[in-house]
């Protein structure tokens, strides 16, 4: 005879049978209004979960309508009904526990029967060790409000646990809204092996279970909204800001009332005015716009997000910046994850009329491009940087400071980063994690203007029109990538590189410890590397790295497959990073992709089929191929060094790769944390696949008229145009005599000009005035230039052995018309 747990009482499981009649007679009338997102959206696969042993749930609050809701998910996962019993040994169990009763409208509620339903499932493995039950903790969020403080809370109860009358309103209002989470299934056998089956373990496991509740409704709905004007009058009573208005007034000589003044119009024009409904409508719109513009978005390791909400860390994401649809894209997605949207620091030309206000109260806090000196300015908006911080809100920035137009990672502005490194040191009670976001496109929808910005045509400013031409133009964009990067914890670096940090905390006053400066370029770069570790390969991208390492910018079919295939292979078995993702698809898949989005030309004659790409679109494919060039360019080296040499030893290349490589680390965002090990990899891989020849320790290229020659001059070809513009600096530097920093750089500009017209280069790099700046920083930086008395230029020795090098990496052709454009003027 099967019977229920001896700890519950005949009124106890008349209520659960209640609950479990209002749940059925609640399945259709709730049908229409309830519409959900799981997360994970796979949770038996994603979670580990263990369909072939007992499976419990255990869900925050009593409630027929979280249990019908609950039922109707699990059926659509294929998990067990949350109304069911499960049998142990004979013996009935309810499968879902609640941890509290709901409030009611005269603010009595009783206690539920989750310790005494908790305690027999304890005991029942205790005492058979065979017995491997699980208890699942879930919760489903009736929309994603996050309330206000000092809201009414009388008449409702509480928001996580509402009254009859509130909840009938929730559904009604937020059912179409709604976040179904599961949290990893928690091992009774080992709890109950670990830590017995007393009262103590079974107030240890709701305990637990309560507490991953209120972080996930943290998580999903963030803190509760601070009244705005309320905000703005704490702010202004802040300590560092009345030290700033007071400032304000006396320098301008204005009265303190009106540098008040002053400073309350320009926190009208940083703050946000945050607002779920428009999250709400914003995430149905934009789930409709990218059905329309995307093939798909790929998402890799969100898992990361949602374990650093759930461990209560402050989130900062610092994301790659491509377009302005990385504004939205990120948000949405984040949003889908569970998680609320983050605030966003964004650019004061997005501020216009309509597009400003709808940023806004999605969350967009507005910065100008530069503080120049305004004091006021700069310490009204570190004071609202510091108390999102505080209040607990997840933050966005873009560390490149605006969006990148060649398609390789800009160097970092490190401002937004300083200001997060300061309001740690107000006394922050979290860990303060920084997360990196590799953003990819198949279709950057400005990559047309990107070109014409280079060159000098100047930045169009952002209107209403532009928004409505741009949604005229919609169309498939392919796919969209969004990968989570290795989260930075900004309290673990500073415990390890500077101890003592904690000694600079003060809750009042703005600090600016010695090591400040120094922490913030090293985080800056840590980050853009890892930004770059999580790059996203794709149709796009690859079939630009194959074709435009050709003359005409065309392959047969047969030819790029293979230099696909080739490509890939040699990210998986010579991997820049682990968290590079690549595409699932054949080589042939990824050609037919690229053709349907009209990326190439394919053209098919009587001797086969030719992909290529056109004069016109091969300078805007060259952004694509800039995304990934930081995998390839070693192995690019690796290969030109092989091509131009009879024979190389294994000494000999990598005596080149570590001449290049602070070079080249500083202007792609390279880290390897072994470059002899990765090197042997490559060549490993190269031998492997006859790419390249070996006897011994000597390298050398095969035959000249085989594929595999071929195969390896498209490799090499990826690394041609960075040397080249390495030769041309470097070639100015050694036969001119010393110049200024500007004139330097200027010159280097009017010079890759001089090339593109000679040559026809197709790499939008040669008109970034930046990338120059950052070469030149790396030569200092490395010993290969000096400053005279004067602060010019000057090369040292070790330049003469590095130009010799580059030499040997390029053509003669190359090199000629190099030396023939620059003059020799050094006396």
């Not at 603010?107 to 060790?129: C, E, I, S, V, Y």
Request: with cysteine; hydrophobic share 40%.
């Amino acid at each position: 005879m099967v019977c229920y747990a001896p700890d519950f009482f005949e009124d106890n499981v008349i209520m659960f049978r209640s609950v479990k009649l209002f749940a059925a007679l609640l399945k259709w009338p709730l049908r229409p209004l309830l519409k959900y997102k799981v997360v994970p959206e796979q949770p038996v696969t994603e979670l580990n979960i263990d369909t072939s042993q007992p499976i419990f749930y255990i869900c925050p609050t009593e409630s027929g309508s979280d249990l019908a809701a609950l039922k109707q998910v699990c059926k659509n996962l294929q998990l067990p009904d949350p109304t069911s019993d499960v049998d142990i040994d004979g013996v009935k169990h309810f499968r879902t526990l609640f941890l509290e009763r709901p409030h009611t409208l005269v603010f009595k509620r009783g206690k539920t029967q989750a310790l005494q339903q908790a305690l027999a499932l304890l005991d029942a493995h205790l005492k058979n060790p065979s017995l491997h039950a699980h208890i699942v903790p879930v919760s489903i969020l009736w929309g994603r409000a996050p309330g206000k403080e000092n809201s009414i809370k009388w008449l409702l109860g509480e928001a996580h646990a509402p009254n009859w009358l509130a909840k009938l309103l929730i559904v009604f209002i937020s059912g179409r809204h709604s976040l179904v989470r599961f949290i990893p299934a928690l091992s009774l056998q080992q709890m109950a092996a670990k830590f017995g089956a007393d009262n103590d373990t079974a107030r240890k496991l709701l305990r637990m279970s309560r507490f991953h509740f209120y972080r996930q409704r943290l998580a999903a709905n963030g803190p509760k909204l601070v009244n705005r004007s309320q905000l703005f009058t704490a702010l202004l009573a802040a300590p560092a800001l009345k030290k700033a208005i007071a400032e304000e007034a006396k320098s301008k000589r204005i009265s303190l009332e009106q540098a008040r003044k002053n400073a309350h119009k320009l926190l009208l024009e940083i703050a946000a005015d945050y607002r779920s409904s428009t999250l709400r409508v914003g995430d149905r719109i934009l789930s409709w716009l990218w059905n329309r513009l995307y093939t798909g978005i790929k998402i890799n390791n969100a898992d990361v997000l949602r374990d650093l909400a759930q461990k209560g860390h402050e989130i900062v994401y610092v994301p790659c910046h491509r377009s302005h649809m990385d504004y939205l894209l990120l948000s949405y997605v984040i949003y889908q994850q569970g998680l609320v949207p983050p605030h966003i620091a964004a650019g004061i030309n997005l501020n216009f009329w309509p597009a400003g206000t709808l940023f806004r109260r999605g969350g967009a806090f507005f910065i100008r491009r530069s503080f120049s000196g305004n004091k006021l300015y700069s310490a009204v908006f570190r004071e609202y940087l510091c108390q999102l911080f505080i209040k607990g809100y997840s933050v966005k920035y873009y560390t490149e400071g605006g969006r990148s137009r060649t398609g390789r990672l800009l160097q970092p502005k490190t401002g937004m980063l300083a200001m997060t490194l300061q309001s740690m040191l107000r006394g922050i009670d979290r860990p303060v994690t920084i997360v990196p976001v590799y953003l990819g496109y198949e279709h950057v929808m400005e990559v047309n203007t990107y070109l014409s910005e280079l060159q000098g045509s100047g930045k169009k400013k952002e209107s209403v029109f532009g928004v409505i031409k741009a949604i005229r133009n919609l169309r498939d964009y392919g796919y969209g990538y969004v990968n989570f990067g290795e989260p930075l914890t900004l309290n673990d670096y500073l415990n390890q590189n500077v101890p003592d940090w904690k000694q600079a905390i003060d809750p009042i006053e703005v600090q600016k410890p010695h090591w400040l400066a120094g922490v913030v370029d090293d985080v800056s770069q840590n980050v853009m590397q890892r930004i770059n570790h999580a790059a996203a390969l794709n149709s796009i991208n690859l079939i630009a790295l194959a074709l435009l390492a050709t003359d005409k910018h065309t392959l047969t079919r047969q030819e790029l497959e293979q230099q696909l295939d080739f490509y890939l292979q040699l990210q998986q078995q010579a991997p820049y990073h682990g968290q590079t993702t690549l595409p699932q698809a054949s080589s042939s898949e990824l050609i037919e992709h690229a053709i349907s989005l009209d990326k190439v030309q394919q053209h098919k004659d009587q001797f086969g089929e030719l992909i290529s790409v056109t004069a016109e679109s091969a300078i805007l494919m060259s952004y694509y191929r800039n995304n990934i060039l930081h995998l390839f360019i070693l192995p690019s080296i690796l290969a030109n060094a092989i091509l131009h040499q009879r024979e190389m030893s294994w000494q000999g290349l990598l005596n080149i790769v570590r001449q290049l490589y602070p070079l080249l680390q500083q202007e792609m965002f390279l880290q390897l944390d072994d470059i002899t090990a990765y090197c042997q990899q490559v060549l490993q891989h190269l031998v492997q696949k006859n790419i390249v020849q070996q006897q011994g320790e000597l390298y050398f290229a095969p035959a000249q008229q085989s594929n595999s020659y071929f195969m390896l001059s498209l490799l090499a070809d990826n690394a041609e145009h960075t040397l080249q513009r390495y030769a041309m600096v470097f070639q100015l530097i050694l036969t001119q005599q010393a110049q200024s920093r500007a004139d330097l750089e200027k010159q280097c500009h009017q010079l890759a000009q001089r090339l593109l017209q000679q040559h026809g280069i197709t790499a939008p790099e040669y008109y970034d005035k930046q990338l120059f700046s950052t070469l030149i920083n790396a030569l200092r930086d490395n010993a290969y230039t000096q400053s005279d008395e004067q602060s010019r230029v000057q090369a040292t020795d070790a330049l003469v052995e590095l130009n010799h090098t580059v030499d040997s990496l390029l053509r003669n052709d190359v090199l000629l018309s190099i030396h023939s454009i620059i003059p020799t003027s050094r006396s």
